[in-house]
Structures are given as structure tokens and as C-alpha cells.
């Protein structure tokens, strides 16, 4: 018997890293699990995300453990998202659970200063977290609300909890900053549904993507960035989705509106 038997959850970018391995921990507590990502296949862009594959996708991994279903779609695309939502109602007649994990950041810090940012990056940046997010749970609400229950999670980042020191990575703060403000409005206007809705702020998470980017020793790191962690490491999938299991199964039912920082304690200033 798992927490989730008989549920039915979607996340989003679950194709690689953080999305992969919520959609995995919601598998083994027995949920059923929509994997959509702009990309199925995208852990082929980093070679610590293809080695940790233990099959051809995330959807062939789930299906080993319960049910999974891929759908390819973009998050900024709002038609996309709707139709997305429909094909899961089709196959399993429920949603559980929403998971908004699609997103991350584009550019570089220096391109991205607050008063300087290039707007082509701006859009970008905004639409795949702050509306794309947005695009799902006006999607999957509707269906939740007839449920009179579900659990709504969106992802921040320490990005959106305060500035960089150099006003780098605006765009992307300011994008995860809305995010979580709006999770607050959401949870107010949902909670006479059933339905809570929270938000976690990731700090340096070592997914694929991180570890081939920003690490010590690869080609833009700058410093030791566990210095100012106080547990003195940085995070890993499994720290995040030890999170979303509590925000996703009954442990959670009386927390709402919140936002969990999962950084070890990071200190940014
Ligand atoms: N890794 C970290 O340190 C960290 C820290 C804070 C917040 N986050 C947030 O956590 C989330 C996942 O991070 P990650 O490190 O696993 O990123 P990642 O880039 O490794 O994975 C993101 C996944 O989302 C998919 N995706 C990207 N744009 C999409 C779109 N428009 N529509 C649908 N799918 C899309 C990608 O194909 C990819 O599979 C992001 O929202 C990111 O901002 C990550």
C-alpha cells in the first residue's frame, strides 16, 4: 500500500533532474503519473542525467513501478497545456496532484542585470516559469475544484527569495518571485475547495544541468558555493523531493500558501 494508490499526478519538465526524480517519488508512493516535458528525452543534454536513466525515459522508468503516460508539450503554449490536461482526464478521469516544475533560467548574469535585461530573455524567462505555471493550474483548477481536493505544488528558487549581490539573473529572480506570490493568492482562493497550494525555493540543486554549469571545477564556477551553506553541501534531487512528498500526501493538509526553501540553510548575501 502506498500514500498515493489510485491518485493521479502531473508534473511538468519531468523528462530530466528535479521534474524526473518528483515524478519517480510520486510513482513509488503509488501515484499514477502524467510526464510531460517540451522534451522526453531531454536528460540526452547532460551526461550525469543520461547516466542516471535506468530506462529509455522517465514515462518506461514509472511504468516499471505504476502507470505513466509522456506527453511532449510547452509550458508557454496555453493550448498545449489544456489539451495536455484533457488527455490525462481521458486516460485516468482525476488530478491529484499538479507539480510546476517546468522552467529554469536562460542567459547569462550579465545580460540579465535588473536594468539592463534584454528583453528577448525577458519574455523567455518569464513565460516558462511564471505563465507557464500559471497556464497549469488554470488548467488542472476546474478539474480539482469538481474533485473538492488536490495539492498544487510551484517552484520558486533562493532566486526569488532575495537579489543576487551583483542584480544579475533578474529576469529569473523576478520570474520565481511571482511564482511564489502567486501560490499565495492561489492558495487562498482555492483552499475553500479542498485544494492547498505551496511552494518550495530550491537553493543549488546538483542535477545534470548544474553540475556540467555552475560546480566547482567546471567552466563558470567562481568560488565554492557550499561556503555559505550551513549544512556545507549542496542539494540533491532526492533533498527536493523528499519535500514534494510532504506537500503532495495528507502530511501537508493543513499547510497552504507556504513557500519551503530547500538550501541547506544557504546564506546569499
Ligand atoms: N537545479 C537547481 O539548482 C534549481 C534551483 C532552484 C530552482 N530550480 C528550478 O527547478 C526546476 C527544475 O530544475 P532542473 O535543475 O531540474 O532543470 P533542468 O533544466 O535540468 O530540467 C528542466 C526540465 O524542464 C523542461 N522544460 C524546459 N522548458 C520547458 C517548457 N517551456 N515546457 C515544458 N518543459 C520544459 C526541460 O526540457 C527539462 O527536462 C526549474 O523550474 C528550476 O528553475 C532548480
Known amino acids: 500500500m502506498g500514500k498515493l ?51 529509455d525515459s522517465t514515462v518506461d522508468e514509472i511504468n516499471a513501478i505504476t502507470e505513466a503516460i509522456g506527453i511532449e508539450m510547452d509550458v508557454r503554449d496555453e493550448k498545449a497545456v489544456q489539451a495536455m490536461v484533457k488527455q490525462v482526464m481521458d486516460k485516468w478521469g482525476r488530478i491529484d496532484i499538479l507539480v510546476c516544475n ?12 535588473a536594468s539592463t535585461i534584454e528583453t528577448s ?20 483548477a476546474p478539474v480539482m475544484k469538481a474533485q473538492h481536493s488536490g495539492k498544487i505544488v510551484t517552484v520558486s528558487s533562493v532566486a526569488g527569495l532575495g537579489p543576487s549581490t551583483d542584480g544579475g539573473y533578474a529576469h529569473y529572480g523576478a520570474a520565481k518571485a511571482a511564482i511564489l506570490h502567486y501560490t499565495r493568492y492561489l492558495a487562498q482562493d482555492l483552499g475553500p475547495y479542498g485544494i492547498t497550494a505551496n511552494c518550495i525555493a530550491p537553493g543549488t540543486i546538483t542535477t ?11 567552466a563558470d564556477a567562481n568560488s565554492d558555493r557550499t561556503e555559505k551553506v550551513a549544512v556545507r553541501r549542496l542539494g540533491n534531487v532526492e533533498d527536493c523531493a523528499k519535500v514534494v512528498e510532504f506537500l503532495t500526501t495528507d502530511l501537508s493538509d493543513y499547510v497552504t500558501g507556504q513557500c519551503i526553501a530547500i538550501d541547506g540553510g544557504l546564506l546569499r548575501s
Do not use: Q
Request: net charge positive; charged share 20%.
Open 208 to 218: 545534470g544541468r548544474i553540475v556540467a554549469s555552475v560546480m566547482p571545477g567546471s
Open 121 to 140: 530573455l525577458l519574455h523567455l524567462v518569464t513565460e516558462m516559469n511564471y505563465y507557464g505555471t500559471v497556464y497549469c493550474v488554470n488548467a488542472v
Open 5 to 55: 494508490d489510485g491518485k493521479v499526478a502531473i508534473v511538468t519538465g519531468a523528462g530530466r533532474g528535479l521534474g524526473r526524480a518528483y515524478a519517480l517519488r510520486l510513482a513509488g508512493l503509488g501515484a499514477k503519473v502524467a510526464v510531460t516535458d517540451i522534451n522526453l528525452k531531454s536528460y540526452t543534454e547532460f551526461e550525469a542525467e543520461a547516466k542516471a536513466m535506468t530506462a
Open 102 to 113: 517546468a522552467g529554469g533560467g536562460r542567459g547569462r548574469p550579465m545580460d540579465t542585470k
